[in-house]
T-cell receptor, first 114, second 114 residues
Framework: DAGVIQSPRHEVTEMGQEVTLRCKPISGHNSLFWYRQTMMRGLELLIYFNNNVPIDDSGMPEDRFSAKMPNASFSTLKIQPSEPRDSAVYFC????????????FGPGTRLTVL | AQSVTQLGSHVSVSEGALVLLRCNYSSSVPPYLFWYVQYPNQGLQLLLKYTTGATLVKGINGFEAEFKKSETSFHLTKPSAHMSDAAEYFCAVTPASGYSTLTFGKGTMLLVSP
């Protein structure tokens, strides 16, 4: 298996632009997580899906952020409009339903908003 | 609710020296515990995990951790540090029963000097 795939790996954009981050979970995994990592706040859970349904989005910072999972093999995290304080590394992770709750992480997308 | 405290945002050791990264957790139910490692510009990779059974667990790259319920700790150790161990290490906790998300600590950056 190729593992969790994220694209793009790097994104540089200007303030006010729309940004879309993409994630393909490991095949057969039924849960997907979006995290944000910054120096100041560490690793934060933004939202997670189970069987394509958003279960907990309490970590989404504000209405500018939205996430979708139209099918079991694809998810997007959108920021519109983007702001410099959104600059961070965004990780996607998936979980296959094992009894130990282990999550598998993608390589991340480094977002820079100028 | 769970929480994780990692003592020391940075730990410096010399190559060949003992590595000790501290993790204390808080959980109202029996926990599963994880250590993840993050190398520069990469995603998080599972190092080891405790679920049930033996409280001393061995992971990849010579690391091990011991679950001590009485101390609510899950410290990570390695007898002899290698330059390639330089990375950021995250401790995480999740309830042992039922499904839940992982709660991560703030991370500890391990620096290894020659």
């Amino acid at each position: 298996d190729a593992g969790v795939i994220q694209s793009p790996r790097h994104e540089v954009t200007e303030m006010g632009q729309e940004v879309t981050l993409r994630c393909k979970p490991i095949s057969g995994h039924n849960s997907l997580f979006w995290y944000r990592q910054t120096m100041m706040r560490g690793l934060e859970l933004l939202i997670y899906f189970n069987n394509n349904v958003p279960i907990d989005d309490s970590g989404m910072p504000e209405d500018r952020f939205s996430a979708k999972m139209p099918n079991a093999s694809f998810s997007t995290l959108k920021i519109q409009p983007s702001e410099p304080r959104d600059s961070a590394v965004y990780f996607c992770a998936s979980f296959g339903g094992g009894s130990d709750n282990e999550q598998f992480f993608g390589p991340g997308t480094r977002l820079t908003v100028l | 609710a769970q929480s994780v405290t990692q003592l020391g945002s940075h730990v410096s050791v010399s190559e060949g020296a003992l590595v000790l990264l501290r993790c204390n957790y808080s959980s109202s139910v029996p926990p599963y515990l994880f250590w993840y490692v993050q190398y520069p510009n990469q995603g998080l990779q599972l190092l080891l995990k405790y679920t049930t059974g033996a409280t001393l667990v061995k992971g990849i790259n010579g690391f091990e951790a011991e679950f001590k319920k009485s101390e609510t700790s899950f410290h990570l150790t390695k007898p002899s540090a290698h330059m390639s161990d330089a990375a950021e290490y995250f401790c995480a906790v999740t309830p042992a029963s039922g499904y839940s998300t992982l709660t991560f600590g703030k991370g500890t950056m391990l620096l290894v000097s020659p």
